[in-house]
């Protein structure tokens, strides 16, 4: 085997359908989309070439920025909802309480639901006439607490954060999960030998070493908080009046609805550049060292 990973012809040959691929289907539209960003274009007629002024509008679109508004709370909303959660469910079956792959089913199950199915389901939940919740409220006597969730502005943002949170709390519950079930047994027995808690155990032997797992976490709900398409696009697209409009589906909006193809291409340019800081920032900020066992 190490001849073989010597030998850099041998190397390049299993790397190269990769990177054709890598190149074919990220690497080439990234670099065409930052190109189409610098014009005024619809893709059918002739392309006025604008250098960033697509960028300077932007930043003077009050849509726009109720979007980049938006992302950030998605972004605050998921980290406050998913990472919490997702380490005290995963703690909890790692445990082997009674049903633990039970729980572990269920609580992943949401998120391998396609987006869109998840969001036209919560749109009847919502809904102010027949909705559940709405229903629950009454049955509960609490009519003052009704609301059309998802057709007023004020209560919109908070309506989604929830559906993300009930499809994605799972899935990173699972990654949580499967970093617990690396760290050896044999810490926790002599743990539970000096006489430690089962909070001792948590803070002092669980998180420290699955720090390098929570830094990955942190990177995926942050970019995916960022690109939020579906789920929102099939509950309100975007309203009421541009409320829960976030960068993707303003994106597709002046894409698709509007024929402004620069501008979209723009709107994307950011979504990328936002995302590659992400991960920096979350790098920089969440250092890992090395741990040996």
Known sequence: MNKVLSNKKTVAIFILPSLILFAV??????????????FQTDLMGT????????????????????????NAMLVVGSLIAHLPLALVFGNFIFTKIRGSKFFQSVF????????????????????????????LLDLLHMPQFKHA??????????????????KFVGYHMV???AAM???????????RIDGASMWQQFTKITLPLIKHVIRIDVVLIITGSLKYFDLIWSMTKGGP???????????YYQGFRTLKFGYASAIGVVL?????????????LIRVEQMEY
């Not at 969730?149 to 949170?165: G, P, Q, R, S, Y």
């Open 181 to 191: 079930r690396s760290i050896p047994g044999e810490l926790y027995e002599s743990a």
């Open 272 to 284: 990328l550049v936002l995302c590659a800081a992400v991960i920096w920032l979350v790098n920089h």
């Open 108 to 135: 992943f199950l949401p998120s391998v639901i396609c987006g869109a199915g998840v969001g036209i389901m919560f749109k009847m939940i919502y809904n102010s006439e027949f909705g559940l919740v709405n229903a």
């Open 25 to 38: 289907f990220v690497l080439i539209p990234i670099i065409y989309n930052v190109y189409i960003s610098l």
């Open 175 to 177: 990654i949580q999960l």
């Open 47 to 70: 392309k006025n070439f604008v250098g960033l002024r697509n960028y300077m509008n932007l930043f003077n679109d009050q849509f726009f920025l109720k979007a980049l508004k938006n």
């Open 149 to 166: 969730w998802l057709n007023e502005e004020k209560t919109v943002m908070f309506a989604m954060i929830l559906v993300v949170m009930w």
């Open 241 to 251: 009046n541009h409320a829960s409009e976030v960068m993707a589906t303003y994106m």
